[in-house]
């Protein structure tokens, strides 16, 4: 198969992943973990470390990365979408932003001549494509109408790796996630959020291995004031099955003075296991990054998640 043939499919395939799927889109109800300050749903800068790009995350969203893989999935704060299909989704306002393959070939008649019609199929709409370019990157518009009626609008950047926006319909929170997107290369706190990123991933390392007094050197000194070291050995206890999964980290949130980092823990010997989702919390310290908190599903409650 040549270059341009994998374009087509690449597209085609990550497009109807964000418009026919139906997975369930909720997070999962942690129960357990420890935390210096609620810094569930920061208001910044998400970065995602599979797409390689950064987009603002308006304050009243919150970006959930767990429920379709490489995917970002933003909704209103604190609304509960538990057993809800993506296309229900799509209608309740949701905004989803997916890396796509890397692009080779003539990009407009990639679009003319597979996505558009994937995108018609999927969702047994007329679809119109328009082109132009932001900052220099080319962008192509489809816009989906069924009966006259808008269903569905996805935006295609055309990054050093493409990515599509997806949504009902263009709103402000649409565009300031649109007009913010943009390579990770050329993001101005690239070097911060590699830092923090290298922070986790040894965290994460240190988890799986137990180590807490070598965790509890990393925290905060909030979070030294509101826990113990007894209190995070059972955490980690309480999610030991969990700890022994693959850990893959998918991105994270990146404010003024926090980076919360989401991963996702992934059962490879097991294929019917649900994957579940965790996160970890880091605050500066001057110029270090020390851990204020995190989250992790117990074994318990996946068990329970499993049996559904």
């Keep these: 198969m040549n270059s341009h043939k994998q374009l087509i499919v690449g597209l085609a395939v990550a497009i109807i992943v964000l ?26 800068d998400y970065m995602s470390f599979t797409g390689n790009y950064v987009f603002s995350v308006p304050k009243s969203l919150t ?59 999927a969702l047994d709409a007329t679809v119109t494509v328009s082109y132009h370019k932001t900052k220099g990157v080319d962008v192509a518009v489809l816009q989906a109408n069924k009966d006259g009626q808008p269903v569905r609008v996805e935006y295609i950047y055309f990054l050093k790796n493409p990515v599509v926006i997806a949504a009902k319909a263009v709103n402000d929170q649409f565009t300031t996630v649109a007009n913010s997107l943009q390579s990770s290369d050329t993001y101005h706190r690239k070097t911060e959020v590699d830092a923090a990123r290298n922070v986790v991933v040894n965290i994460f390392e240190l988890m799986k291995n137990k180590k807490t007094t070598d965790i509890y050197a990393l925290s905060s000194q909030k979070l030294k004031e509101t826990s113990t070291v007894d209190q995070l050995a059972t955490a980690l206890q309480n999610s030991t099955k969990l700890l022994a999964r693959n850990i893959d980290i998918h991105g994270g949130v990146i404010t003024d003075q926090s980076f919360v980092a989401h991963a996702v823990f992934v059962d490879i010997d097991n294929k019917k296991s649900q994957p579940m989702p965790g996160s970890v919390t880091l605050v500066k310290d001057h110029t270090d990054w020390k851990m204020d908190g995190f989250e992790l599903v117990t074994d318990q409650a996946a068990d329970t998640a499993n049996q559904k």
């Design 63 to 121: 970006v959930n990365d767990s429920v379709i893989p490489s995917a970002q999935l933003l909704y209103t704060n604190g609304v509960s979408y538990q057993g809800v299909s993506i296309d229900q989704l799509y209608q309740e306002g949701v905004i989803a932003l997916q890396p796509l393959s890397p692009v080779s070939g003539d990009f407009k008649q990639n679009i003319e001549g597979s996505v558009k019609p994937a995108l018609e199929k």
């Design 19 to 44: 418009v026919a799927l139906g997975w369930l889109a909720y997070r999962y109800k942690y129960a357990g973990g420890i935390s210096a300050a609620q810094t569930d749903h920061p208001a910044g």
